[in-house]
């Protein structure tokens, strides 16, 4: 049973417009959220966290926000670059253990 | 910088031929997976181990072991290759920072293997 969920496999936005990469959760457990990119034939990179007692989580052009009540998150990248087109992968982890847990991903194009 | 290295980028194998993907990582991490990934699927977590010598069956373990003989090493043996683990494979590690932020899962490149 996928724990975290993607539901969009994919996305297109114009270079210089918002993209929103959404990621649902079904385990309260989950404390721990993390956004990877991953190129092809490459392994995924970090991309930003966010821990639950924050709602929001800001790097440079790229924020999380997290909805604890709806178990809901959200990758925002503004202004989108025709070099974030990458698959996106969001990640939960429980207080205890160190496990990760991945989504399915969200392959995202910036067209220029 | 963190880094983990898997031995091969690309492997070709015949079915039922034993099969080791070794990964190597140099931050002294405690924690090391092994995940592959599927178009569709996402990343599933097929092994992982918290120390030396221990390992932990994750969602798929079926078909695989795994061996963690010294610290920096974490090896995915396939026992009798099948078509359906044609996949990439990746190896991540992590240090054992529960209740930081800091923890994150460090991978390597993938290892594309396909099963003939």
């Known amino acids: 049973d996928q724990q975290v969920k993607q539901n969009s496999p994919s996305l297109s936005v114009q270079e210089g417009r918002i993209s929103i990469l959404n990621c649902d959760y079904t385990n309260s457990m989950f404390d721990y959220f993390l956004w990877y990119k991953k190129y092809p034939a490459e392994g995924p990179t970090f991309l930003i966290s966010i821990s639950s007692i924050k709602d929001k989580n800001e790097d440079g052009r790229f924020t999380v926000f997290l909805n604890k009540s709806a178990k809901h998150l959200s990758l925002h990248i503004v202004p989108s670059q025709p070099g974030d087109s990458a698959v996106y992968f969001c990640a939960a982890s429980p207080l205890t253990g160190n496990q990760f847990y991945f989504g399915t991903g969200t392959s995202l194009t910036v067209i220029p | 910088d963190v880094k983990v ?4 980028r690309y492997l070709v194998k015949r079915t039922g031929e034993k099969v080791f993907l070794e990964c190597v990582q140099d931050m002294d991490h405690e924690n090391m997976f092994w995940y592959r990934q599927d178009p569709g699927l996402g ?7 918290y ?28 026992e009798s290759a099948s078509t359906n683990q044609t996949s990439m494979y990746l190896c991540a590690s992590s240090s054992d920072l529960r209740g930081t ?3 994150k899962l460090f991978f390597g490149s993938g290892t594309q293997l396909s099963v003939l």
């Open chain 2, 101 to 103: 932020t800091n923890e």
């Open chain 2, 5 to 8: 290295t898997q031995s091969s």
């Open chain 2, 51 to 78: 120390d030396v010598k221990m390992k932990e069956k994750g969602d798929i373990p079926e078909g695989y072991s795994v061996s963690r003989e010294k610290k920096e090493r974490f090896s995915l043996i396939l």
């Open chain 2, 43 to 49: 990343l599933r977590l097929i092994y992982f181990s």
